[in-house]
């Protein structure tokens, strides 16, 4: 069974306790119902949110008009954080995948707010500049190592980012269907199914309670050629 969650330093986490108040008192806090969008690629932003809890999952429209994943944000960091400081439309639509409080920021009071502090600055500096980095090392991996690749990495992200340690390996709290892999990887469910058969032929996954279980993450880190970056960085 799923024993210790594994750790990532989120925004908010970051902060002090003062700076904490600080922030959230500038903002209004709402429970936001499972499948509600909060802003959709192309609109100008108004306002930036913070995740309390719940999920927001990140996506992108193709040309082709297929629906690509790009993120799945958790407890304690941003949505909209794109729109700060530059009068440019947002490139992602933002769905509430499972029921989340949020605390919601006019932009520009945020804005004011990151330039009269510089510590709630820096820390917004940082783990943006992690995000950044997440951002391009998955479409890297996407380009480099194809599908299969694209597979791997996501498979790897999600664990760090949603998995809990296991007598067996690494368990994932966040339930996946094989189209929701295929959406992150801009692939067809069928070739997920094929793809993920083959990892549980050689016993590099399995499934428990519908859920996926990492059995052998090296098997997956060595098809990539993983770098010892950190884990901050292999995140989804």
Known sequence: M?????KLNRFFAQLTDENKEL??????SQIVKSK????????????????????????KMTVEGKEFSVHL????????????FNEMAISVTATVEEEAELIRFDRKTLEKIFRENGDIAVAFMKWFASHTQSTQSKFRDLLLCGKKGGLYSTLIRFGNSYGVEHDHGTFI????????????IGTTREGVNRMMNELKKERVIDYEDNHILLLDIAYLKDYLQCGECPVEICTI
């Not at 799923?2 to 594994?6: D, M, R, V």
């Not at 922030?23 to 209004?28: F, R, S, V």
């Open 2 to 6: 799923p024993k210790k969650k594994l």
């Open 173 to 184: 709290e966040v339930e996946l269907t094989n189209q929701d892999l295929a959406n992150y």
């Open 73 to 84: 944000k958790q407890k304690d960091e941003l949505v909209g954080e794109v729109g700060l």
């Open 23 to 28: 922030l959230l008192a500038n903002g209004t």
């Open 36 to 59: 509600k969008v909060l802003f959709t690629e192309g609109e100008d932003p108004e306002y930036v949110y913070l995740i309390r809890s719940g999920i927001v999952r990140l996506s």
